[in-house]
C-alpha cells in the first residue's frame, strides 16, 4: 500500500546550520507530495508541495523536489533559525477523483539552538 | 475568515463516557476530514467527508461516527470513550486539489 517513511528524529541544529530530513515514499501512480509544519501547540500548515515528478517546491527558505526516480522528497534549508523548531510532515495524496486523503509520515521534531 | 475552528481545545473523559467534537470551516470548502495524532506515528485518517451529506471511513474509523451537519460542519462523536482513543484530534478541510488546512487540535485524555 501507500506509505510514507521520515528520518528518525528529533533532529537538533545549532542556529545557522543546514538542515535536511528526509522523506521516501511508496505509492502507485503520481501522487502529489507535501511538508506540513506543526509549530508547538498548534495545527499543522502547508510548507511547500509538489504535484509532480522534477517539481521543486519552496517556501520560506524550505524547499524540496520531487524525485520519481529515487521516490523521495527530502526537505532541505540552507541556514536554520530558532523559529523553525518545529515538528515536520512529509505526506501525499493518492487515489483517483483526488479525494485529497493524506498519508503522513511520522513526523520529525526540528530543535534549533541558538 | 476564521478559517477552521474545533471545540474544544481540551477535554478529560471517564472511560465509556461519550462527546462529540466539532469543527466548523468558513472557506467554502467541499471535503472535510478527522484525524487524530499519536506519538511516532503521524495523522492518521479516521473520517472523511467529499461533500455535504457523505462521509466515509478512513485508516482508524472503529469507535467513531461522524455527521457532516451542513457544508460548513463536521462533527466526531465517541458513543464510548475509551483509553485508546487518547490523541490529539484534527480537523481539516480542502480549497484546491490536494491542499488542506487544518484546525488547532483538541486534546483529550480518557483515565
Known amino acids: 500500500g501507500n506509505s510514507v517513511t521520515q528520518m528518525e528524529g528529533p533532529v537538533t541544529l545549532s542556529e545557522e546550520a543546514f538542515l535536511t530530513i528526509n522523506c521516501t515514499y511508496t505509492a502507485t501512480g503520481y501522487p502529489s507530495l507535501f511538508w506540513y509544519v506543526q509549530y508547538p501547540g498548534e495545527g499543522l500548515q502547508l510548507l511547500l508541495k509538489?504535484?509532480?515528478?522534477?517539481d521543486k517546491g519552496s517556501n520560506k527558505g524550505f524547499e524540496a523536489t520531487y524525485r520519481k526516480e529515487t521516490t523521495s522528497f527530502h526537505l532541505e534549508k540552507g541556514s536554520v533559525q530558532v523559529s523553525d523548531s518545529a515538528v515536520y510532515f512529509c505526506?501525499?495524496?493518492?487515489?483517483?477523483?483526488?479525494?485529497?486523503?493524506?498519508?503522513f509520515g511520522q513526523g520529525t521534531t526540528l530543535q534549533v539552538k541558538p | 475568515n476564521a478559517g477552521v475552528t474545533q471545540t474544544p481545545k481540551f477535554q478529560v473523559l471517564k472511560t465509556g463516557q461519550s462527546m462529540t467534537l466539532q469543527c466548523a470551516q468558513d472557506?467554502?470548502?467541499?471535503?472535510m476530514y478527522w484525524y487524530r495524532q499519536d506519538p511516532g506515528m503521524g495523522l492518521r485518517l479516521i473520517y472523511y467527508s467529499a461533500s455535504e451529506g457523505t462521509t466515509d471511513k478512513g485508516e482508524v474509523p472503529n469507535g467513531y461516527n461522524v455527521s457532516r451537519l451542513n457544508k460548513r460542519e463536521f462533527s466526531l462523536r465517541l458513543e464510548s470513550a475509551a483509553p485508546s482513543q487518547t490523541s490529539v484530534y484534527f480537523c481539516?478541510?480542502?480549497?484546491?486539489?490536494?491542499?488542506?488546512?487544518f484546525g488547532p487540535g483538541t486534546r483529550l485524555t480518557v483515565l
Open positions: 481539516a478541510s480542502i480549497r484546491e486539489k490536494d491542499t488542506q488546512y
Open positions: 509538489a504535484t509532480k515528478a522534477d
Open positions: 505526506a501525499l495524496t493518492h487515489g483517483s477523483g483526488n479525494t485529497g486523503k493524506l498519508i
Open positions: 472557506m467554502n470548502h467541499n471535503s
